[in-house]
Structure formats: C-alpha cells, structure tokens
C-alpha cells in the first residue's frame, strides 16, 4: 500500500523565516493535496498539484511537485503566527477516489 | 456559509450505544467522502459515494459502520454498538471530479466513547 513520509514532523521556527516541508511519497503519485490543519479542527484545503513539475502559490505559500522523485514540497517565505498549524500533505490513489494521508507536520511560529 | 458542514461537531456517548453523523457537502458537489483521524496520525479513508452510490468502502470500516447517501445529498455515518476505540475525528469532504479523492473538508465530528 502506498505511504507519505513528511519531514520534518515539527518544525519551530522564528517569525519572518522561510521554511520547507516534503513529503515523499513510496509509490506513484497520481495527485498531490496539500492541507492546513489546526488542532481539533478540519482541513483547508491549501492546492492540488497534478503534473510533475507544477508549482502553484497562495500568498506566501508555494507547493511543488516533482514526479520523478515522487515527492512534493511546501515552502513558506517570511512566516507569520497566522502559519502555525499541522500541515498535510494527501496523495490520490488511481482510481481518483480516496485520499492517503501523511501524518502531518507541526508548524510553530514564534513572534 | 456555503462550505461542508457536519453535525454534531461534539458527541460523547457510552461504550456499546449507536451514534449517527451528518454531512452537508457544498451543494455542487457530487462526490462525498467520509474520513476518519486519529490524535497524531492523518486522515485515514472511510467510504466514498458519488451521488447517491457508494463506490468504495475501505477495510476500515466494520460491519458495525454505515453510511448513506439516500437523495445524492446530505450523508449520514452510523456507528452501532460503539467501542472505545472508535473515539476519533470523523471528517467528511465533498468535491467535483476534478479533485477527486480530496477537495473540501468539513469541520469534522469528535466523538469521545467512554
């Protein structure tokens, strides 16, 4: 069965300061999600990344996705307190109908 | 708010009672899908409809699980018999084809079973 490893698992990081998450994907990726999650809450969806190479930005968030490595990558320039939560990231199985999850990464931002 | 939307967004109840959830999808939306997460761990995949069809059911969800989609609409998600390690966050998530297997989420269902 296919697995997304992130990394890291927790980052902490100072206000203003650029980060990177990855997530590797074993297999295939047919579709890549990346979410926002804040503690007991749902997802927001942040972008889909779909072909290999496709890079996509939102405000100061930028997600990437290489095909060959079969990993996708999720940058945020100058971080603000309004970044903090748990990212995921969620690839598409082939059939388009269900998502499998990595465990999320844990974003704190100090001010 | 025209987003998902799902009721309760709290419910405790006691080992072995019946507990039902409710999913409002964005009403566009013909794909429906309910997930469900643990503390620590992402989503795990539940069941998926379109329309009124449920087309896949994960290994996860037991006997005692059922979902419907009865008019292609609203869903429901029964858990009979509850054990404690159902206690989790049920999510459900809607989309059109185009985000298939993902899209938008709802706030999600914590149920606490004592």
């Known amino acids: 069965s296919q697995e997304l490893e992130q990394s890291p698992q927790s980052l902490i990081v100072q206000e203003g300061k650029n980060l990177t998450i990855n997530c590797t994907s074993s297999k295939t990726l047919y579709g890549l999600y990346w979410y926002k999650q804040k503690y007991g809450e749902g997802l927001i969806f942040l972008m889909m990344?779909?072909?290999?190479?496709e890079e996509k930005s939102h405000e100061k968030i930028t997600a990437k996705l290489d095909e060959k490595k079969q990993q996708s990558s999720l940058h945020i320039t100058a971080s603000q307190p309004s970044h903090a939560g748990i990212y995921l990231c969620?690839?598409?199985?082939?059939?388009?109908?269900?998502?499998?999850f990595g465990k999320g990464t844990t974003l704190s931002v100090s001010s | 708010d025209t987003g998902v939307s799902q009721d309760p967004r709290h419910k405790i109840t006691k080992r072995g009672q019946n507990v039902t959830f409710r999913c409002d999808p964005i009403?566009?939306?013909?794909?429906l899908y309910w997930y469900r997460q643990t503390l620590g761990q992402g989503p795990e995949f539940l069941t998926y409809?379109?329309?009124?069809?449920?087309?896949?059911k994960s290994r996860l969800l037991s006997d005692r699980f059922s979902a419907e989609r009865p008019k292609g609409s609203f869903s429901t998600l029964e858990i009979q018999r509850t054990e404690q390690g159902d206690s989790a966050m049920y999510l459900c998530?809607?989309?059109?084809?185009?985000?298939?297997?993902?899209?938008?989420f709802g706030p999600g269902t914590r149920l606490t079973v004592l």
């Open positions: 409809f379109q329309n009124e069809a449920q087309l896949e």
């Open positions: 990344l779909q072909k290999g190479g």
């Open positions: 998530a809607s989309s059109t084809p185009g985000l298939a297997g993902g899209g938008f």
């Open positions: 969620g690839a598409g199985n082939q059939a388009g109908t269900a998502l499998i």
């Open positions: 009403s566009e939306h013909n794909r």
